[in-house]
T-cell receptor, first 115, second 113 residues
Framework: DARVTQTPRHKVTEMGQEVTMRCQPILGHNTVFWYRQTMMQGLELLAYFRNRAPLDDSGMPKDRFSAEMPDATLATLKIQPSEPRDSAVYFC?????????????FGEGSWLTVV | AQSVSQHNHHVILSEAASLELGCNYSYGGTVNLFWYVQYPGQHLQLLLKYFSGDPLVKGIKGFEAEFIKSKFSFNLRKPSVQWSDTAEYFCAASGGATNKLIFGTGTLLAVQP
């Protein structure tokens, strides 16, 4: 059963530390998304890749966040330095070649707590 | 600007009651519409989607949604809810051939046994 895999599932870190979240998209999917979910803001799109190229990262704070796809099987979201307001659930999602009606599939999320 | 709005933030129902959750979208051009469900502590799962054809879409677990173009709406319905439907429900939209989703703020549904 193909699925999007995210690590770590849970992370507690101290303010100022670097946090790296990893995502393995479903094999063959060429679009990858990073979403952040908080109680206050709901689901926010942070970054969007197509064929490993970043297409839209306008939702991502550029000073501390960075997103990359070193290869087709790995997407990373890095926060450096982390702050308490970054505490959230970070979801990675992937989808097949774009076209009408194509669905994106979500990973189980990385639950981040910055203290 | 592209946006999705959900009017109900919290809904409390008794088992066997009927459910309707509102969703309106603002999108230029062709639009694809989705409802996702998030059970407590879990990831988002697709309930149903609309991209063309019959505006009444049937999804999993007895859910359905109707696309009404004139009202820019895509409301989710279920005739009789169960306790296990307790979850958060998200309406989402993408435009044209892109699968970049914009989400609504979600509706938290609590079903009382």
């Amino acid at each position: 059963d193909a699925r999007v895999t995210q690590t770590p599932r849970h992370k507690v870190t101290e303010m100022g530390q670097e946090v790296t979240m990893r995502c393995q998209p479903i094999l063959g999917h060429n679009t990858v998304f990073w979403y952040r979910q908080t109680m206050m803001q709901g689901l926010e799109l942070l970054a969007y890749f197509r064929n490993r190229a970043p297409l839209d990262d306008s939702g991502m704070p550029k000073d501390r966040f960075s997103a990359e796809m070193p290869d087709a099987t790995l997407a990373t979201l890095k926060i450096q330095p982390s702050e308490p307001r970054d505490s959230a659930v970070y979801f990675c999602a992937s989808g097949p070649v774009e076209g009408r009606g194509n669905t994106i599939y979500f990973g189980e999320g990385s639950w981040l707590t910055v203290v | 600007a592209q946006s999705v709005s959900q009017h109900n933030h919290h809904v409390i129902l008794s088992e066997a009651a009927s459910l309707e959750l509102g969703c309106n979208y603002s999108y230029g051009g062709t639009v694809n519409l989705f409802w996702y469900v998030q059970y407590p502590g879990q990831h988002l799962q697709l309930l149903l989607k609309y991209f063309s054809g019959d505006p009444l879409v049937k999804g999993i677990k007895g859910f359905e949604a109707e696309f009404i173009k004139s009202k820019f709406s895509f409301n989710l319905r279920k005739p009789s809810v169960q306790w296990s439907d307790t979850a958060e429900y998200f309406c989402a939209a993408s435009g044209g051939a892109t699968n970049k989703l914009i989400f609504g703020t979600g509706t938290l549904l609590a079903v009382q046994p």
